[in-house]
């Protein structure tokens, strides 16, 4: 069984940055990592993907302020988060979608406020 650690969550101000990262027990070699997120009383959403050849894919919303890149040597896959506004606070989740099936961290809290 999996398991992914996250790190970095926390509470900002509008406009701060926040990096978040994800180490994995195993290999993530040839296995797409992503983060997600969860507000209160909304469905959980993709926020940004990476695949094995490092294509990024991002939501809408968050375009040109995050950006996830991968370390397959460390196992681990972040998430810099710049001008974070107040509609970004959520849980977030790292996801690895291996062969079998997918692995989830525990969430971490993202919260941005004055």
């Known amino acids: 069984q999996v398991h992914l650690e996250e790190s970095g969550g926390g509470l900002v101000q509008p406009g701060e940055s926040m990096r978040l990262a994800c180490v994995a027990s195993r290999s993530i070699v040839g296995v797409v990592m992503a983060w997600y997120r969860q507000a209160p009383g909304k469905q959980r959403e993709l926020v940004a993907e990476?695949?094995?050849?490092?294509?990024?894919n991002y939501l809408g919303s968050v375009e040109g302020r995050f950006t996830i890149d991968r370390d397959n040597a460390y196992r681990k896959v972040s998430l810099e988060m710049n001008n974070l506004k107040p509609e970004d606070r959520a849980v977030y989740y790292c996801?690895?979608?291996?062969?079998?099936?997918?692995?989830w961290g525990q969430g971490i809290q993202v919260t941005v406020s004055e």
């Open positions: 996801n690895a979608r291996f062969k079998r099936a997918d692995a």
């Open positions: 990476i695949s094995r050849g490092g294509i990024t």
